[in-house]
C-alpha cells in the first residue's frame, strides 16, 4: 500500500488553521504554526489559490477559505434529502398560496427544480421536476446567484440569454438585482422568463448558514403581484415563512 503524501497532509493543515477561527493568516503565522519553511507554505498556499481554496485578501499578505473549498461542503445535503426535508411545508406553501409551488438548486449554471407541488385547482397542469430554469431569468435562480457561496464566478459563466422584453441581458443589471436579493432576503421575477406570469423565492439554508435550495411560488401575474405590478407582500412573507421552517428543519439557527 503507498504511504500517505506529505504535501497533502500540509494542505490539509493550512486548510484547518484557516478553518479554526474568523480572522485571517499570513504565511509567517502559518509556518510558525506549522512549524515548517516560510517557503513550503508559501508554495501550498499559491498552489491551493490556484484551484480557489484559499484567496487572499486585497491587501495582501493575508489567506481564508475560498469559495471554491466551502462550495464542495454543499454535495453532502442531495438534492432528495433536500427533496424529502421539505416535502410538508412545499405542500403547505400551495395551500396557503393558492400558487404552484417549486423548490431548486444550483446545477452547472441553472436551477434544477427537484420538487414541484401544482397548484391547488383543477387546471390541467405539467410535472416541472428535473427541468432546468434559467437561473438569471427565475426567482429561485436569483435566490440562489445570490446567496451561493460562488456567486460572482457563476455570473461569469452564464449566458444571459433574453425570453422577453423584461429579461435582464446585462451583467450590471443582474448584479444590482442580486444585491437587492441579498438585502431583503428574497428574490422575485416578474415577465422575466415567460410573459404574463411572476414568481417569489427565498433561499433555504442548513446547520452551517450555507444556502442549500430554494423554495418559491409562481403564476398568473395578476394573483402573484398587486395592482402596482410588484410582487405582493403577503404572499411574499408566506414565502419566507416556508423557507424559514425548512431551514430549521436542516438544523439552520439563523437565516
Known amino acids: 500500500m503507498p504511504g500517505r503524501i506529505q504535501s497533502v497532509?500540509?494542505?490539509?493543515?493550512?486548510?484547518?488553521?484557516?478553518?479554526?477561527?474568523?480572522?485571517?493568516?499570513?504565511?509567517?503565522e502559518l509556518a510558525n504554526a506549522l512549524q515548517l519553511p516560510k517557503?513550503?507554505?508559501?508554495?501550498?498556499?499559491?498552489?491551493?489559490?490556484?484551484?480557489?481554496?484559499?484567496?487572499?485578501?486585497?491587501?495582501?499578505?493575508?489567506?481564508?477559505l475560498?469559495?471554491?473549498?466551502l462550495h464542495l461542503g454543499?454535495?453532502?445535503?442531495?438534492?432528495?434529502?433536500?427533496?424529502?426535508?421539505?416535502?410538508?411545508?412545499?405542500?403547505?406553501?400551495?395551500?396557503?398560496s393558492r400558487e404552484s409551488v417549486r423548490i431548486g438548486s444550483l446545477h452547472e449554471g441553472q436551477v434544477l427544480v427537484v420538487h414541484h407541488v401544482f397548484r391547488p385547482d383543477d387546471s390541467l397542469q405539467v410535472l416541472e421536476v428535473g427541468a432546468l430554469l434559467?437561473?438569471?431569468?427565475?426567482?429561485?435562480?436569483?435566490?440562489?446567484?445570490?446567496f451561493d457561496l460562488q456567486g460572482e464566478s457563476l455570473l461569469d459563466e452564464l449566458a444571459l440569454k433574453r425570453f422577453t422584453a423584461r429579461t435582464l441581458t446585462t451583467r450590471r443589471a443582474l448584479t444590482d438585482d442580486l444585491e437587492r436579493v441579498r438585502k431583503l432576503g428574497?428574490?422575485?421575477?416578474?415577465?422575466?422568463m415567460i410573459d404574463g406570469e411572476a414568481a417569489v423565492a427565498a433561499p433555504i439554508h442548513d446547520d452551517r448558514g450555507i444556502a442549500v435550495g430554494a423554495?418559491?411560488?409562481?403564476?398568473?401575474?395578476?394573483?402573484?403581484?398587486?395592482?402596482?405590478?410588484?410582487?405582493r407582500l403577503d404572499l411574499v412573507s408566506t414565502v419566507r415563512d416556508a423557507a424559514r421552517s425548512i431551514s430549521r428543519n436542516l438544523g439552520a439557527r439563523k437565516w
Open 9 to 28: 497532509e500540509r494542505a490539509a493543515a493550512i486548510l484547518r488553521l484557516l478553518a479554526s477561527g474568523a480572522r485571517q493568516l499570513g504565511v509567517v
Open 39 to 64: 517557503g513550503t507554505v508559501h508554495g501550498i498556499l499559491q498552489t491551493l489559490q490556484h484551484v480557489g481554496f484559499v484567496e487572499q485578501s486585497r491587501s495582501g499578505g493575508k489567506y481564508r
Open 66 to 69: 475560498g469559495a471554491a473549498l
Open 74 to 96: 454543499n454535495s453532502y445535503l442531495d438534492v432528495n434529502e433536500l427533496r424529502t426535508r421539505a416535502l410538508n411545508w412545499a405542500d403547505s406553501l400551495a395551500s396557503r
Open 134 to 146: 434559467p437561473a438569471h431569468a427565475s426567482a429561485l435562480g436569483k435566490v440562489l446567484l445570490a
Open 186 to 192: 428574497w428574490g422575485a421575477e416578474v415577465e422575466e
Open 215 to 231: 423554495i418559491g411560488v409562481s403564476g398568473a401575474i395578476e394573483r402573484v403581484c398587486d395592482e402596482n405590478g410588484k410582487p
